[in-house]
């Protein structure tokens, strides 16, 4: 089952629930997903979609951030609802032992030098560990591997 079709059922399954967080969420995702088909002209697959669902999750946790730092906790809360909602679609998190592992792998691979070559190393990491594991902090670990 691709991961447009695991939406629409848990849209349903929300529906028939009357889970107005979870339906509302879901709407949100399939609504961006739709919104990136209908701007390419293409059939998104499921590491795009992936990565709006990815993405939707970021946006939650600044939005979450800012409204804290506001005193807005209300807000804050159902910003949280949202990203474990979102989150029962997203691949099990990688560990960090993984990650370094796998940044590892790709800096010997790559025959990286420095950080004049982060990006090739990036190119071959990212596609390893979307939707898994912070880009944010990969991008740490990248930097500090190749500044050692």
């Known amino acids: 089952m691709t991961l447009i079709e695991q939406l629409k059922e848990s849209m349903k399954d929300a529906m028939r629930a009357k889970d ?15 919104q990136l088909e209908v701007d390419g002209q293409k059939t998104l697959g499921d590491d ?17 951030t800012q409204y804290i730092e506001g ?17 029962t679609f997203l691949p099990a998190a990688m560990a960090q032992e993984e990650v370094e592992a ?28 979307q939707g898994r594991a912070d880009m944010g902090l990969v991008s740490q670990v990248v930097k500090a591997k190749l500044t050692a």
């Open 20 to 34: 107005k967080v979870r339906l509302g969420t879901i709407r949100l995702a399939l609504s961006a997903v739709k």
């Open 48 to 64: 795009e979609v992936l990565a709006v669902l990815t993405k939707m999750v970021k946006q939650r946790k600044d939005s979450v």
């Open 71 to 87: 005193g807005r906790q209300d807000l804050a809360d159902i910003e949280i609802a949202e990203i474990a909602v979102i989150e």
């Open 102 to 129: 796998l940044i590892a792998k790709a800096v010997a691979d790559t025959g990286a030098q420095g950080m004049q070559d982060m990006g090739k190393v990036m190119a071959v990491v990212k596609p390893q560990v």
